[in-house]
């Protein structure tokens, strides 16, 4: 199975990014907790699809309470779990405060082992969705006319 690619123009007429066509990635479709369970049963895990959906359930309020706590939770070769902030410039450090500099609390999923994107660009097939593939054969059609 390869991600697909669909493609977007920037609708900005000024600057160098104006009007280029980008590639972005969609995913088609979203498994939860139960689906996830049931994949993980047919790799031979030695326990049942309940336990395990137990299990997703617990360790993701788990990772959420450590965060929430100020501590970063590492799962290998997928990510570091962790919480970040986006904050507004302060002028002058004596006018600093959490409730006139933090703008919203953020949640950040940091690649580790094999996802970070390098491994990820050499690792993963990545196509032409069928919607970005006949755009573009329209397009190449209507040209030669």
Not at 96 to 106: D, G, L
Request: proline share 1%.
């Amino acid at each position: 199975m390869a991600i697909k690619i669909h493609v977007h123009q920037n609708g900005n007429s000024v600057g160098e990014k104006g009007g280029k066509w980008y590639g972005y990635a969609k995913c088609e479709t979203m498994i939860g907790a139960s689906d996830l369970a049931r994949i993980l049963c047919t790799h031979g895990l030695a326990l049942s699809e309940g336990t395990v959906i137990g299990v997703i359930r617990d360790l993701a309020n788990v990772i959420r309470q450590q965060m929430m706590e100020g501590v970063a939770v590492k799962i290998d070769n997928l990510a570091i779990f962790k919480y970040t902030v986006e904050s507004r410039g302060i002028d002058d450090l004596r006018d600093f405060s959490v409730e006139t500099a933090v703008k919203r609390v953020t949640f950040c999923a940091q690649p580790t082992g094999a996802t970070i994107s390098s491994r990820l660009t050499e690792a993963v097939q990545v196509e032409l969705s069928a919607k970005a593939q006949k755009a573009i054969r329209n397009l190449l059609a209507d040209s030669e006319m």
